[in-house]
């Protein structure tokens, strides 16, 4: 079904945006030059793809009215393989920094959008990345104001790296910050772990296995602001579980507040195929990368609405409350296992590596 | 998920601790000889939900920690000096070699590539039919037939740019270096539900009566583990030492015959070298002469010298289970997952990582 609907996606996105006749195939050095061909490559339809009245200026830089309180993130993006089940580069860059935003208790309005790209990526597939920017922008109501493209010598990048800076009105009612974590805290989780990463293992080079599983990359801003409208300030911390995974970030989280985090591993939602990926391939599914996901620490009382809440939306069908902010063990984070057992989680020295047996 | 959650049943995992319990009456010393159990004991909390009678020693079984210092440092020189494609499992890339580990041979340029499966390598192999492929064979009788039947399918298929650099180690000798050890105190054994599944369950009949041991050969899910260590204090109580297969879903008593077949066809049992504890003497396989092509140690002449190993770092006492991680001086100190002294700080399955996770030490 997934499958299904990812290759119409693709379909009507060839069909909206078909490419434009070029006189090249790939990209060269050249089209980074900032001379020529540079400007060809962007008349050919990158302006006309994201078009919007500041960046139709072409100036060297973007003019925006801001008002208020004001949050601003970046984000660099070098996935490999560039292309994966469920999406591409394109709306990662898009749907990283608008998430950082979302996070941040932001309403994510401006985007800078840089490409460095190497020599020789086909520009159908730089076409493509393009397309997909295009519609994540769309859909989490954004718009590309600035940008640049870079291009590197054959051997010097990895196809396509991007990079994203947004700029964001904070929600008059937010009030995001580690610091306002109390003892009873619930830490609810909007979906299921490790998919998106499980998503890009299935397709690196040496790794490959059949399955279907799908990147659960998306926009989150709409979702975090109707949470935002009705919670407010009762919404101590948001943060989304992006590289080093669900562990990571709740480590990170219980590091910089003088309390400890109680998490249950039964009630951590996870996807039946993700979970025999990682059992597999002796991976922590707590360790894996995540994106269309968020982790929301709230206060107790408002909890169970807030669950009830989240899952109306579809960006939170799997929500589940995982865990509680407790005085005990201050700064460190305890799991209990499934079958009742308890152990600390801790961060990982560096990339989690798949286990011999 | 089908034939796991089955072995992951909370209340059948209370109803053994509460068997264990009711059985144990003094204190006993168990080894869990393969890394994979030391991972689902920590993993699932279960040294915590343990009688304080019963104690468990994370043994040898770690092949990570096991393979020689010399071996890494071949692998990180055939990566970087003789620009192979160097194909490796996981969980070897971040173990310190002398001077560094293949992680960082990559990071300077090396091509060295993570894999699940050697054949996989050999794929490389004819994919790059320019460039040589060499496949770090590490592990236990577990990993050894498909590493062996790596070097069939490139015999087959005529492959001159493909050898494997092996560092096989078997378990019973390991078992049997430990038990005669006269400062090791272990009372009983969990065998390795996976070697056994290859190896079959004979090799341990004979260690069991002469040292009068237990021996039971365990699965790795936390319901497996809880009823091999049952098993175990059950025999321990009753003075009996025999070897009984807990993992009788997948272990059958004369093994994987066609796995072994493949095994013996590509190796001999030879001296093997094991990082902190020494050489065991048979305890390992190395490449048979009538492959020798296949085999990197021969292919390349590589002589790197022997490098003194952290003289800080007890690792062989601690596999053999003489001394516990923390009573080592730079447990938690200079030696951390992030900067190991010693390989069993190096992967998940090593007990020194283990018992550092563990104890909730935190990395500054």
Redesign the interface.
């Known amino acids: 079904m997934q499958k299904i609907k990812s290759r119409e996606k693709k379909l009507r996105m060839q069909l909206q945006c078909p490419m434009p006749k070029l006189d090249f195939d790939v990209i060269t050095l050249g089209h980074g030059s900032g001379g020529l061909l540079t400007n060809k490559l962007l008349d050919s339809g990158v302006f006309d793809l994201l078009s919007n009245p500041i960046l139709d200026t072409r100036h060297d830089g973007a003019f925006l009215e801001l008002e208020g309180k004001t949050a601003f993130s970046t984000d660099s993006f070098l996935v490999s393989p560039i292309f994966f089940p469920g999406g591409n580069i394109g709306e990662l860059a898009v749907n990283g920094t608008v998430n950082d935003l979302a996070m941040c208790g932001a309403i994510p309005k401006y985007l800078s959008l840089s490409f460095i790209i190497e020599e020789g990526l086909k520009v159908l597939e730089f076409w493509e990345v393009l397309v997909a920017v295009k519609f994540a922008c769309e859909k989490a109501g954004v718009h590309v104001v600035t940008g640049d493209t870079k291009v590197v010598e054959k051997g010097k990048g990895d196809k396509i790296f991007i990079n994203t800076s947004g700029i964001g009105k904070v929600h008059s009612k937010a009030n995001i910050s580690a610091s306002n974590i109390k003892k009873g805290d619930k830490i609810i989780i909007s979906g299921q772990v490790a998919t998106h990463g499980m998503a890009i293992m299935s397709v690196r080079e040496g790794l490959e296995f059949d399955s279907e599983i799908q990147s659960d990359t998306t926009n989150l801003n709409h979702t975090i602001i109707s949470l935002l409208d009705q919670f407010g300030e009762s919404i101590h911390l948001l943060t989304d579980p992006t590289r080093g995974g669900v562990a990571t970030v709740l480590k990170e989280t219980a590091q910089s507040i003088d309390l400890g985090i109680d998490i249950f591993q039964k009630d951590i939602p996870i996807d039946d195929q993700v979970a025999s990926a990682c059992e597999l391939l002796g991976l922590d599914p707590l360790y894996v990368a995540n994106e269309g996901l968020f982790i929301a620490f709230v206060a107790e009382e408002v909890a169970e609405d807030f669950l009830s809440e989240l899952r109306e939306d579809g960006n939170g069908l799997h929500a589940k409350i995982i865990g509680t902010v407790t005085e005990q063990h201050p700064r460190q984070v305890i799991l209990e296992s499934a079958i009742g057992g308890k152990r600390v989680v801790s961060m990982l020295p560096g990339e989690q590596l798949p286990r011999i047996c | ?1 089908k034939y ?1 959650s089955e072995y ?3 209340e059948l ?2 109803k053994y601790l509460e068997e264990i319990k009711n059985t144990v009456s003094r204190p006993w010393s168990i080894m869990e000889v ?3 159990q030391t ?1 689902s004991l ?8 343990l009688p304080k009678e019963v104690t468990m020693i994370h043994g040898p079984g770690c ?2 920690c096991v393979t020689p210092l010399n071996l890494i440092d071949k692998a990180v020189y055939l990566a970087l000096e003789k620009g192979v494609i160097l ?1 490796s ?6 173990v310190p070699g002398s001077e560094k580990s293949l ?1 960082e041979a990559k990071a300077e340029g090396a091509d060295v ?4 499966s050697p054949l ?1 390598a050999v794929k ?1 192999a004819e994919d790059y039919p320019e460039k040589e492929v060499v496949f770090f064979a ?3 009788e ?2 050894a037939p498909a590493n062996a039947l790596s070097v069939i399918h490139a015999h087959r298929k005529g492959l001159k740019n493909y050898s494997i650099l092996a560092s096989h180690v078997l378990v019973p000798p390991a078992i049997k270096a430990v038990i005669d050890d006269e400062k090791s105190r272990i009372d009983g054994f969990l065998a390795a539900g ?1 070697v056994c599944t290859i190896m079959g369950n004979a090799e341990y009949h004979p260690l069991s009566a002469k040292y009068k041991v237990p021996i039971v050969v365990t699965g790795f899910e ?2 497996d583990v809880l009823q091999g260590i049952l098993m175990v204090i059950r025999q321990l109580e009753q003075s009996q030492s025999e070897v009984e297969n807990q993992y009788a879903r997948i272990v059958r008593e004369e093994g994987n015959v066609e796995a072994q077949k493949v095994i013996h066809e590509v190796f001999e049992v030879q001296n093997q070298m094991w990082r902190g504890i020494g050489e065991i003497p048979m305890s390992g396989y190395g490449v048979k002469s009538k492959y020798a092509d296949f085999d990197a140690t021969k292919k390349y002449e590589v002589s790197i010298e022997e490098a003194p190993e952290n003289p800080e770092c007890i690792s062989g006492q601690i596999m053999k289970g003489i001394k516990k991680p923390f009573e080592c001086a730079q447990f938690g100190k200079k030696c ?3 900067n190991p002294l010693g390989a069993p700080m190096v ?3 090593g007990a020194c990582a283990a018992y550092y ?7 500054a």
């Open positions: 998920m796991l992951r049943d909370p995992a209370k393969c890394g994979g991972h920590v993993k699932n909390g279960i040294i915590e939900m092949p990570v194909c499992f996981g969980d070897m890339l971040r992680l590539r993570i894999l699940y996989e490389i590490v592990g236990f577990t990993t996976h936390p319901l951390k997952p992030s992967s998940s399955e996770h563990f104890s909730g030490m935190v990395e």
